[in-house]
Every structure is written in structure tokens, then in C-alpha cells.
């Protein structure tokens, strides 16, 4: 699919040129440029969708991390430290469908990311005493009654730490499963192509390398991360991901296939040669950005430290709003929702925000063009 394989993505470079142009004249590898980050009180934002009132869809989860859709509709939704999965009826009811045996739940280890195939399977990112892995579960009976079948491992070995996991799971476009993962304290291992470490991961849904991966044999779509926590595509195949940076950016880039973005020799825009710029980026303190969606040709980016969820006109990346600032702690994930709306999920609950009153929670917002 040549969207798949860069050239959406080399065009949005391009015409991105002249926006980062300033900021990249004299910027040296290690430098810290200023953020290329304009807002809408800068008067040039691309038109973004109107949102409704959040709603309250589901309340008192634990730590949630991630949503997946069946194809009937039904949510499943993982919760980080208990190992639990949950399915949510249509007024928010959450029943566990069954827990994630053998996790480690230390630091931002765990139960994370979910993903769903057109058969139906359920895919969940999780992390062992081993390492972190990706299983399949065969989902048993109807809505309001689903089991988890036996696991079955596609891949394991992921390396692993109490923090810089990566974790976010989704299928492609192209029917192929994308995979995160961090650099789990290892910097040099962000760029050692031998090493499942610091990348994001492209295979077939039993866990293969795909014969026309960038690398001959190799799961690796990109590398030189350092944790990556969300991805999405835009209608015309276009890949985005949000990433955690260390002390001085975070960053939202346009993946292509094969690229090198930096990490550790790069944090942000570094114009150097080799590297992909990404084409924001923010102070963690504003920031933290883990899941993101596409909904109305907008990406959304939920924020943990800025509290914020930004919304991205994909006609032009260089650009953001703010929204919700402040007003339910710590954002997760963004995730469209077969309906049309945006969900996002709180994560108050996680050991490092400050829970209120129905804390965890799902939001839920109607997107309106």
C-alpha cells in the first residue's frame, strides 16, 4: 500500500518544510529549538471538529489503559496493574471477561494495550517477570456473558523494565498489527536493529514479519524511540505517533517506514542528517502524550502531566489546540469509537494523579463536524 510505505508521509514533510524552517536554521544535534507548536491564539489553525459536553460513560474503573472495539460494538478495556479485562455494556456497566495471567505490575508495567482483528480475536500487550509479550484470546460467548479463551503467545521477549515499556497495540490499514514498545532503560538499544527495544513493530497477526517490511525479516517499522504510547492512521494511510521524550521534549511524529527518529542522539527537533524531525513537540510538563485517534480527519492526543487532551488538524500537524485542560486530571488514551464519538480515558487512579469522586473514568464526546 504506497501510503503505508511513506509517500502520504513524505508529502506532509514537504509541505511541513517551510513551517519548521525557522526553527531548524542553526539547531545543532542536542539543541533545544523552540516548540513548533502553534495554537489557535496564533489565528492560523486549521479548522478542527466542534466537540459536545464530555459525558461520564463509565466510572470507578482501576487504572484503565486501554479500549478495544468487537465488531458488534461491544468495548473491552485493560486495566494496568490487576491484569483484568473488562467488557462494558451499553449503559457503562463494566464485567470482567477474564484477567491476563502471570503480568508484573511494577511502575508503568502491566496490562496495556488491546486490539481486536476482523476475526474477532483479542490481542493484549502485557508485561512478565520475562519480559512483555503479545497474546491472542479467543473471546467465548455473546455480550453481557464473553470469556477469555486459552492465551496464545505471537510474541514475547519484548525487553522490559519498570518504566519505558511502550505498550500500545492496533492494526493497520493494511490488516498488519503495529506494536510499541520503549527503550526499558536501554538507550543504545533504541537504535540496534537486533533489539525488539525502542520501536515500533509491524507483523501479521500470528506474529510474522511481513515480507514487505523495511527490514528483511525483521518485525522492526521504525526505531531510535524512546516510548512510544500512541499511534493512529489519518484516511489516506498516514501514520502517527506520540512519544514520550526525557527532560526536554515530547513529541508527535509522522512514521515512515524505516525511519530513524532520533533517540538517544535526539530528543525533539534536531535537523540532523539520518534523523526524522517530529512535527510538534511540547515540555513534558505540558505533555506526556500517550493514546491518540483520528476522528473528523482531527487527531486527538491524551495528556498525562499537561492534564490537556490537544487536538491536531491532520491537514496540518504543525498546529494544536487545547482542550479539557485541566478539568479531569490525567488523560491515557484517545480512542474512536464505532459511533462516531471520542473517548478518552482518565488515569487519576494510576499511582501518580490524584483521584476524584468516580475516578477512573471514560469519557465520552460527540464529534461534530
Not at 8 to 37: F, M, N, W
Not at 59 to 76: C, E, H, I, K, Y
Not at 215 to 224: A, E, P, R, T, W
Request: aromatic content about 6%.
Amino acid at each position: 500500500m504506497a501510503s503505508l510505505r511513506g509517500t502520504a508521509a513524505r508529502g506532509i514533510r514537504l509541505a511541513l518544510a517551510v513551517a519548521v524552517a525557522g526553527a531548524l536554521v542553526g539547531c545543532s544535534e542536542g539543541a533545544t529549538p523552540d516548540a513548533v507548536a502553534p495554537t489557535a491564539a496564533d489565528g492560523g489553525l486549521a479548522p478542527v471538529p466542534s466537540l459536545g459536553a464530555p459525558t461520564d460513560f463509565a466510572t470507578g474503573l482501576a487504572a484503565p489503559w486501554s479500549v478495544a472495539f468487537r465488531a458488534d460494538g461491544t468495548p473491552l478495556v485493560s486495566e494496568r496493574d490487576t491484569g483484568r479485562i473488562l467488557e462494558l455494556s451499553e449503559t457503562g456497566e463494566a464485567r470482567e471477561v477474564g484477567a491476563v495471567a502471570g503480568i508484573r505490575s511494577d511502575g508503568e508495567a502491566g496490562l496495556l494495550g488491546l486490539a481486536v482483528d476482523d476475526a474477532d480475536r483479542l490481542y493484549a500487550y502485557s508485561t512478565t517477570p520475562g519480559g512483555n509479550r503479545i497474546q491472542r484470546f479467543v473471546l467465548r460467548g455473546e455480550p453481557g456473558g464473553l470469556a477469555l479463551g486459552s492465551p496464545q503467545t505471537i510474541l514475547d521477549g519484548i525487553p522490559d523494565a519498570n518504566f519505558h515499556d511502550g505498550g500500545r497495540i492496533a492494526f493497520g490499514p493494511d490488516g498488519m498489527l503495529y506494536a510499541t514498545t520503549g527503550d526499558a532503560g536501554d538507550r543504545p538499544a533504541s537504535q540496534d536493529l537486533a533489539s525488539l527495544a525502542g520501536k515500533i513493530l509491524r507483523m501479521t497477526p500470528d506474529g510474522d514479519a511481513p515480507d514487505d517490511n523495511p527490514f528483511d525479516g525483521s518485525l522492526v517499522y521504525s526505531y531510535g524511540h524512546r516510548n512510544v504510547q500512541g499511534i493512529a492512521w489519518a484516511d489516506d494511510g498516514t501514520m502517527f505517533a506520540s512519544e514520550f521524550g526525557q527532560n526536554t521534549w515530547d513529541e508527535l511524529n509522522v512514521i515512515e517506514p524505516g525511519g530513524n527518529y532520533g533517540w538517544p542522539e535526539v530528543e525533539g527537533i534536531g535537523g540532523g542528517d539520518g534523523f526524522i524531525d517530529p512535527v510538534q513537540q511540547w515540555n513534558p510538563d505540558e505533555a506526556s502524550p500517550s493514546g491518540i485517534a483520528i476522528v473528523d480527519e482531527t487527531l486527538f492526543l491524551a495528556n498525562l502531566r499537561g492534564q490537556v487532551l490537544r487536538a491536531v488538524p491532520v491537514a496540518d500537524p504543525t498546529q494544536h489546540e487545547d482542550l479539557l485542560a485541566g478539568e479531569y486530571g490525567r488523560l491515557r488514551d484517545a480512542v474512536a469509537a464505532p459511533d462516531g464519538s471520542l473517548w478518552v480515558l482518565t488515569n487519576n487512579t494510576d499511582g501518580r494523579g490524584s483521584p476524584r469522586d468516580g475516578d477512573d473514568r471514560i469519557l465520552r464526546i460527540d464529534v461534530r463536524s
